[in-house]
T-cell receptor, first 112, second 115 residues
Framework: KQEVTQIPAALSVPEGENLVLNCSFT??????LQWFRQDPGKGLTSLLL?????REQTSGRLNASLDKSSGRSTLYIAASQPGDSATYLC???????????FGKGTRLSVIA | ETGVTQSPTHLIKTRGQQVTLRCSSQ?????VSWYQQALGQGPQFIFQ???????GRGNFPPRFSGLQFPNYSSELNVNALELDDSALYLC??????????????FGPGTRLLVL
């Protein structure tokens, strides 16, 4: 059974810092991995999707990497801003028509 | 803005009651999944519908049931509500052949409180 773990559970950084959020999964035979952002009490916004054949994806200040063999992904946020404050969720899909399996998320606070 | 809408946004019920939550997807998204997110937890998969048929279910009891309509909108029904059913309920839609999906698009969720 696939399990997803995110470390740390919470992170507080000053504005402008570069930071890394970690995600690990137990079964490396995944179809894809997705990073989401969730603002308090709100739904999920997809940030980046990495297919199993890819090593990384970039969007603006965000970069996500995938190492399937070690069961790890990282989300790198450059030059953090207070507007980046949210919970970041990592989710994996084991095949194309199976559901997403989520971690518990990392709650990020960027202090101005 | 994902184009996925859910109603109602908030709901308060008492234990033992029944509730229906609704989700409308983007045009062409033939798969809908429902997730339950308790406070401080990641979303947990409830079930998935593809072309009006349930084609996957998580570890939830039968009192959680669903429907998908020809226009691909969907309902989640929960009978005999329990206090632990209090959570944010998210629907997610996607499209593709035989239910295969790439990115899933999530709605804003319905916050259910059971007293």
């Amino acid at each position: 059974k696939q399990e997803v773990t995110q470390i740390p559970a919470a992170l507080s950084v000053p504005e402008g810092e570069n930071l890394v959020l970690n995600c690990s999964f137990t079964d490396s035979a995944i179809y894809n991995l997705q990073w989401f952002r969730q603002d308090p009490g709100k739904g999920l916004t997809s940030l980046l999707l990495i297919q199993s054949s890819q090593r990384e994806q970039t969007s603006g200040r965000l970069n996500a990497s995938l190492d399937k063999s070690s069961g790890r992904s990282t989300l790198y946020i450059a030059a953090s801003q207070p507007g980046d404050s949210a919970t970041y969720l990592c989710a994996v899909r084991d095949s194309g028509n199976t559901p997403l399996v989520f971690g518990k998320g990392t709650r990020l606070s960027v202090i101005a | 803005e994902t184009g996925v809408t859910q109603s109602p946004t908030h709901l308060i019920k008492t234990r033992g009651q029944q509730v229906t939550l609704r989700c409308s997807s983007q045009s062409g998204h033939n798969t809908v999944s429902w997730y339950q997110q308790a406070l401080g937890q990641g979303p947990q998969f409830i079930f998935q519908y593809y072309r009006e048929e349930e084609n996957g279910r998580g570890n939830f009891p039968p009192r959680f049931s669903g429907l998908q309509f020809p226009n691909y909108s969907s309902e989640l029904n929960v009978n005999a509500l329990e206090l632990d059913d209090s959570a944010l309920y998210l629907c997610a839609t996607g499209g593709g052949l035989a239910g295969y999906q790439e990115t899933q698009y999530f709605g804003p969720g319905t916050r259910l409180l059971v007293l």
